[in-house]
């Protein structure tokens, strides 16, 4: 996600994102949304919810991680949650699988291996934006990167 984006969600929830300073070994929040900027909302809806029930006290959930799964949906890991925390981040998830991770354009679906969107949930104009479908030209341009360079995937 890129930094203007990534700044947005830290300064409206420093409490729930208070990890994203915590040493790498603890927390994998210092390594940002490692997703794309068409998550943004739904990421912020989800931690309006979970602020609305949490207090601000030590023991306040904190997220410390948000990366994909390996079927291309959100995947988000948090402290010190409760029942109904953990249901708003499956609430996240399961929006995620329908919205494209590039511009939030539903429905969208996990593209697989010949697209130029593999591994990404995208909606079919950003599948074809990337393919060059719309514009076709003799001399093909240099491929673009998949991923903007400042996102880091973390496998495990
Ligand atoms: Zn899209």
Redesign the pocket.
């Known amino acids: 996600m890129d930094s203007h984006k990534t700044d947005a969600l830290y300064e409206r929830f420093p409490h729930l994102y208070r990890e994203r300073t915590a040493p790498l070994k603890s927390s994998k929040m210092g390594w940002g949304f490692q997703c794309e900027d068409?998550w943004h909302k739904i990421i912020y809806e989800m931690s309006k919810k979970i602020e609305k029930i949490s207090n601000d006290g030590e023991f306040a959930p904190a997220i410390t991680e948000v990366t994909k799964n390996e079927d291309g949906t959100l995947h988000v890991e948090a402290r010190n949650i409760t029942p109904p925390i953990a249901d708003l981040i499956t609430a996240a998830q399961e929006a995620s699988r329908l919205t494209?991770?590039?511009?939030?354009?539903s429905p969208?679906y996990l593209r697989g291996p010949g697209s130029s969107q593999e591994g990404h949930i995208?909606?079919?104009?950003?599948?074809g934006k990337a393919e060059g479908q719309h514009t076709p030209r003799k001399s093909r341009r240099p491929k673009k990167p998949l991923r903007a360079p400042d996102t880091i995937i973390i496998k495990r």
Request: glycine share 14%; proline share 0%; charged share 15%.
């Open positions: 068409g494209c991770e590039l511009c939030s354009y969208a995208a909606c079919g104009r950003c599948v």
